[in-house]
């Protein structure tokens, strides 16, 4: 756990280990001190920064299993449909009849390439976590509390 100062909470965190050879693991100390960094630091950047990489020419898809993973918009939309399909025969309409009434259908997963509102290419997954990574090495932690 991370005493998180902003707002007095603690920071539920997971630890991800590698296992190294004691000369690897003497090799990367000795770069991240000349980098004038810790390892462990060091190890963030490489987290998020690998991630980056990798991910930045690939498609990669991952389902949606927590709320704040979709926007308020498309949560707004996922209580309208709940509602609209609730009503009798509104699933055996067809999909513009559907669309006519208000639903309109959120996708369940969320990819590294994804269009924005304005119809530009973007990275919700990957590029947002990767930044959160290598943040944890230069910056504050500043996330709520998990539940």
Known sequence: MIY???VHSFIIMKKIEITVSDRDYDLL???AKAD???LSDMN???Y????DYLFTETQLCVERVHADEYTATEQKQLE???ELEKEEGFEDLSYNDKEAKGYKHVCTFISTWEKNDNGQMHDPLV???AKRIEG????????EVAK
């Open 29 to 31: 100390t000795r770069i």
């Open 136 to 143: 944890y090495a230069v910056n504050e932690i500043k996330e």
């Open 127 to 129: 590029e947002p976590l």
């Open 80 to 82: 309208k449909n709940k």
């Open 36 to 38: 004038n960094r810790r």
């Open 4 to 6: 998180n100062k902003g």
């Open 48 to 51: 998020g920064r690998g991630l």
């Open 44 to 46: 963030y950047l490489c």
